[in-house]
Nanobody
Framework: QVQLVESGGGLVQPGGSLRLSCAAS????????MSWYRQAPGKERELVAA????????NYAGSVKGRFTISRDNAKKMVYLQMNSLKPEDTAVYYC???????WGQGTQVTVSS
């Protein structure tokens, strides 16, 4: 059974940092690219960052480029999203996804507010 479990969300002040984690199980993790998406209230879900199977290729939404870093550990079946210089507009539920599939985590809330 495929499982993606996100953690690490919370409340942070503008300019702060958070590191999201996603634990994967039930599929051949190292064979799939992985992605982080987010969905803010009243908005559509959007792609934040993606990483290739080996981690050698990454892509970011323009709004987060230079502030967020996606990484993965295939041995631990984990994918991470380091978020720095957070802004109120980064507030959303963040989801981990196995790229090209319908596998999603339950999401973790990130709130950026003073």
């Amino acid at each position: 059974q495929v499982q993606l479990v996100e953690s690490g969300g919370g409340l942070v002040q503008p300019g702060g940092s958070l590191r999201l984690s996603c634990a994967a199980s039930g599929f051949s993790f190292s064979s799939f690219a992985m992605s982080w998406y987010r969905q803010a209230p009243g908005k559509e879900r959007e792609l934040v960052a993606a990483i290739s199977t080996t981690g050698g290729i990454t892509n970011y939404a323009g709004s987060v480029k230079g502030r967020f870093t996606i990484s993965r550990d295939n041995a631990k079946k984990m994918v991470y999203l380091q978020m720095n210089s957070l802004k109120p507009e980064d507030t959303a539920v963040y989801y981990c996804s196995c790229s090209g599939t319908n596998y999603w985590g339950q999401g973790t809330q990130v709130t950026v507010s003073s």
